[in-house]
């Protein structure tokens, strides 16, 4: 991406919050410069551009006020590009839905993977994988009502919640192969599951993914934080 782009998006490859800036940026055909940071040792930039909570993402867009928080981010870059794939329904009741579903995820069901890495031992993590089980069946129930029989939560394109749970999918796998335990499966969620392989291979989310290595090096460091 070229160092003209009027976008520029600080981030960090493992992080799906990063990810989901990335996936939307794409799904609109929209360059930008990503600004690599290292969370170990943050930059001047990021420091100053998000002083509140000193996170990635970050999106400068023409060199105007930074914008902060992955939900507002797409949601800004969604009205701003709005002719190109919009990612949220036009019709207010279902943007309130789909609002609530992404808080859901970002609030409660992420949450819980937290709280499994967090956990020590396998009887607690078992009790962590119930609840996890519980919310995957609850999401799997929202996805048959807003897909309506299509392939995305968005119908018949990627949308928001779409952009929200998919950029996950990296960690999810990464969880289920750390504690050798499916998260969604064909008994338990079988409409996620093919959901899963279908956005796994969308041409968008591609190069917004990062591979397990990077993952691995992520958790390694959170495991040593233990915030
Ligand atoms: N609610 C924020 C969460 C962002 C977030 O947690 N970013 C992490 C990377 S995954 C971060 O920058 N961590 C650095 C730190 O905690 O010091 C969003 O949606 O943008």
Redesign the pocket.
């Known amino acids: 991406m070229g160092k003209s782009c009027e976008i520029k998006l600080l981030g ?1 490859a ?5 990810n989901r800036v990335q996936f939307v940026l794409n799904l609109k055909s929209i360059e930008y410069e990503f600004i690599d940071e290292n ?1 170990n040792c ?1 930059s001047e930039l990021l420091l100053t551009s998000n002083p509140v ?5 970050v999106l400068i867009h023409a060199n105007k006020p930074p914008i ?4 507002i981010i797409i949601e800004y870059l969604d009205e701003v590009y709005h002719d190109i794939h919009p990612i949220l329904p036009s019709d207010p009741l279902e943007r309130a839905h789909n609002r609530f579903w992404a808080n859901y995820i ?1 609030t409660k069901y992420f949450a819980l993977f937290e709280e499994l890495r967090r956990t020590p031992g396998q009887e607690g993590k078992k009790e962590v994988k119930k609840q996890l089980d519980e919310a995957s069946e609850l999401l799997e129930e929202v996805f048959v009502k807003s897909s309506n029989g299509k392939a995305y939560f968005g119908g018949d394109d990627v949308g928001y919640i779409d952009v929200v749970l998919g950029c996950f999918l990296a960690w999810i796998k990464f969880v289920e192969k750390l504690n050798k335990f499916k998260i969604f499966d064909e008994v338990r969620t079988p409409k996620l599951l093919e959901w899963t392989n279908r956005i796994w291979s969308h041409e968008a989310l591609k190069d917004a993914i990062c591979g397990s290595e990077a993952l691995t090096n992520h958790y390694a460091m959170l495991q040593i934080k233990k ?1």
């Open positions: 960090a493992p992080s799906h919050f990063v969370l943050k909570h000193k996170k990635v993402p902060l928080e992955s939900l970002d915030p």
